[in-house]
C-alpha cells in the first residue's frame, strides 16, 4: 500500500476554498485515491474516489495530475459544518480492502 | 436505510474483564472490517471478514482479541483479560464487496474505557 503525506492541519474561514493535497510518490498502477471525512465521536464517511484527471461530485472534487503521486481534494465555499478530520488513502482495487488511515488532515472552519 | 450500527455505544470495564462488541452492518454487505482508534489517532485496522470467513487475522493485536461474524451479517469483537491500553473507540464498517473501489460506510462506534 502506498504511503500518503498530508498536511496536519489548516485553517480557513466560511466562504472560502479549501484545497488539501496529498502526496503518494509511490502509488501503484492499479491504486485508487479515496478520501473520507471524520467528525468528532462519528466514524469516517466516504467523501469521493478517483483514479485519475478529476472527479467531482455534490460535495468535492478531487484533482489527480498525471503522474499520480498526489492529489488534492477541494472543498468549495466551506462551511462551520465542514470541520473535520479528512483522510486521503491509496489502495489497490483488487486487494487493498484494508484501509489503511495516515493521520489526517484537521480543517478548522472559522466564522 | 439503515446504516451500520454497533453496541454498546460506551463500555466502561474494569482491567481484566473480557468485553464483546456487536456490529450489525449494513443488508447485503458481504465484507465487513473492524478498526480501532486511539484518542486523538489515526485508525487502526484490526480484521476484516469476507462472509463469515477471516483469512487474515494479523492485525488483531493480540491473542486476547478474537472476533467472528454468523450468517454473514452480524460480527462479534471479543477482548479478553481488558488492559487499559485497550481503551479506544472501536469501529466497524461494511462495504459491498471486498475490493477498495467500494466505499466503506461506517458505524457510530463503540467508545471502551478500561479502568
Known amino acids: 500500500l502506498a504511503k500518503t503525506t498530508q498536511p496536519i492541519s489548516m485553517d480557513s474561514y466560511e466562504g472560502q476554498e479549501v484545497n488539501i493535497t496529498c502526496s503518494h510518490n509511490?502509488?501503484?498502477?492499479?491504486?485508487?485515491i479515496t478520501w473520507y471525512q471524520q467528525f468528532p465521536s462519528q466514524g469516517p464517511r466516504f467523501i469521493i474516489q478517483g483514479y485519475k484527471t478529476k472527479v467531482t461530485n455534490e460535495v468535492a472534487s478531487l484533482f489527480i495530475p498525471a503522474d499520480r503521486k498526489s492529489s488534492t481534494l477541494s472543498l468549495p465555499r466551506v462551511s462551520l459544518s465542514d470541520t473535520a478530520v479528512y483522510y486521503c488513502?491509496?489502495?489497490?482495487?483488487?486487494?487493498?480492502?484494508?484501509?489503511?488511515f495516515g493521520s489526517g488532515t484537521r480543517l478548522l472552519v472559522r466564522p | 436505510g439503515a446504516g451500520v450500527s454497533q453496541s454498546p455505544s460506551n463500555k466502561v470495564t474494569e482491567k481484566g474483564k473480557d468485553v464483546e462488541l456487536r456490529c450489525d452492518p449494513i443488508?447485503?454487505?458481504?465484507?465487513l472490517y473492524w478498526y480501532r482508534q486511539s484518542l486523538g489517532q489515526g485508525l487502526e485496522f484490526l480484521i476484516y471478514f469476507q462472509g463469515n470467513s477471516a483469512p487474515d487475522k494479523s492485525g488483531l493485536p493480540s491473542d486476547r482479541f478474537s472476533a467472528e461474524r454468523t450468517g454473514g451479517s452480524v460480527s462479534t469483537l471479543t477482548i479478553q483479560r481488558t488492559q487499559q491500553e485497550d481503551s479506544a473507540v472501536y469501529l466497524c464498517?461494511?462495504?459491498?464487496?471486498?475490493?477498495?473501489?467500494?466505499?466503506?460506510?461506517f458505524g457510530p462506534g463503540t467508545r471502551l474505557t478500561v479502568t
Open positions: 509511490n502509488i501503484a498502477t492499479n491504486d485508487y
Open positions: 443488508s447485503g454487505h458481504t465484507a
Open positions: 488513502l491509496v489502495g489497490a482495487a483488487d486487494s487493498s480492502y484494508k484501509l489503511i
Open positions: 464498517a461494511s462495504s459491498l464487496a471486498l475490493v477498495s473501489s467500494y466505499e466503506q460506510y
